[in-house]
Structures are given as C-alpha cells and as structure tokens.
C-alpha cells in the first residue's frame, strides 16, 4: 500500500468522524477555594467545535487521492 492511497484512507476517515461527532469535549479541573487545608474544585467541560465543512473537505480530498492513484497506477 502506497503513501497516496494510505492518505486518502486517512482522510475519508477523518471526514466521517468530522461528521459524526461534530465538536470535541474534554474537561478542566479548575480550583475555586484553596484556603489552608480546604480545597474546593470545579470541572468545567469545554468543546472545540469542528464544522462540518472541514468534514467534508477531508472526505472529498480522500475521494480525490484514492481516484488519482487509481488512474495513476491503471
């Protein structure tokens, strides 16, 4: 498997999770209260949004390469 076809793989893979899931959540322990042997934390959940347009160029750029490479080695 060449590095144009693992590529594209990639790429189509990527477009459908960019899909899918449309936005990443992770989560941060913050402290509020840190006043001598008393500690109190808050976890905040945070999104880094991923638009789906950016799905969909991942999707089609690796429809592309696995197309070109097929053309490529025919």
Excluded: C, W
């Amino acid at each position: 498997m060449n590095t144009t076809k693992l590529l594209g793989i990639v790429l189509i893979a990527l477009g459908i999770i960019a899909f899918a899931y449309q936005g990443i959540t992770y989560k941060t322990r913050e402290n509020v209260v840190d006043l001598g042997p008393l500690h109190v934390t808050a976890e905040k959940s945070h999104t880094l949004p991923l638009p789906p347009i950016a799905g969909g160029i991942a999707l089609l750029g690796g429809i592309a390469l696995l197309i070109s490479d097929s053309k490529k080695s025919s």
